[in-house]
């Protein structure tokens, strides 16, 4: 069965620091793979995804993920971190063709000093 | 655009209440529809899915029941609330042609239900 972990359930960064927030998967065939944003409060947003080709990918708010098969690994990074990119983050992976939903893992806050 | 909508945005309700929240989507037809639970330092909990009118599954045996009157529509009740219910219940539409390939959720703002 699908399964996502993040295995960093807090991660406190300087701002201006970079940032790389972990997620593996498991999956057996070509994932689609996910992630989100969550302030507090508020729902989720999507920051980026992929399906195929390219395994770095670009998404809002100058975040980016790379894909890595040999892995099993899709992490979060962004060069430098600003106070606003406090919030929960999540990985997802899509689930098998017919199903209808994503697996999501339990996530990592993030924490930014001043 | 598609946006979706959730209400109310906060609940406080006793022990032994009934529930009802709603979501609506805007701007798509025949979405797929859920309902998640997050509850306090913990990750997302499918409860229903809906891929269409009177097709609903549900993820979690619990006392929570889900309805999707129209097409874009979609409720959470329950006939009598237990504090194990409080949580942010969070609402997501997906692509009609999405069977989990990749579109991805869009989330609606969220309901922070407290249960006393």
């Known amino acids: 069965a699908q399964s996502v972990t993040q295995p960093d359930i807090h991660i406190t960064v300087s701002e201006g620091a970079s940032l790389e927030l972990r997620c593996n998967y498991s999956?057996?065939?070509?994932?689609?793979l996910f992630w989100y944003v969550q302030s507090p409060g508020q729902g989720l947003q999507l920051l980026l995804k992929?399906?195929?080709?390219?395994?770095l990918v670009q998404g809002i708010k100058g975040f980016e993920a790379e894909f890595k098969r040999s892995q099993s690994s899709f992490n979060l990074r962004k060069p430098s971190v600003h106070w606003s990119d406090a919030a929960e983050y999540f990985c997802a992976v899509g689930a098998s063709s017919g199903t209808y939903k994503y697996i999501f893992g339990t996530g990592t806050r993030l924490k930014v000093l001043a | 655009s598609q946006t979706i909508h959730q209400w109310p945005a906060t609940l406080v309700q006793p022990v032994g209440s009934p529930l009802s929240l709603e979501c609506t989507v805007e701007g798509t037809s025949n979405p797929n529809l859920y309902w998640y639970r997050q509850a306090a330092g913990r990750g997302l909990q499918l409860l229903f899915y809906?891929?269409?009118?009177?097709?609903i599954s549900s993820e979690v045996p619990q006392n929570l029941s889900a309805s999707r009157p129209q097409d874009r529509q979609f409720i959470l009740s329950s006939k009598k609330l237990l504090l194990s219910d409080s949580g942010f219940y969070l609402c997501?539409?997906?692509?009609?042609?999405?069977?989990?390939?990749?579109?991805?959720?869009?989330f609606g703002s969220g309901t922070r239900l407290t249960v006393v």
């Open positions: 809906s891929i269409g009118i009177d097709q």
């Open positions: 997501a539409w997906s692509n009609e042609q999405d069977r989990g390939l990749g579109y991805g959720y869009t």
């Open positions: 999956y057996g065939a070509t994932p689609y």
């Open positions: 992929y399906f195929s080709g390219d395994t």
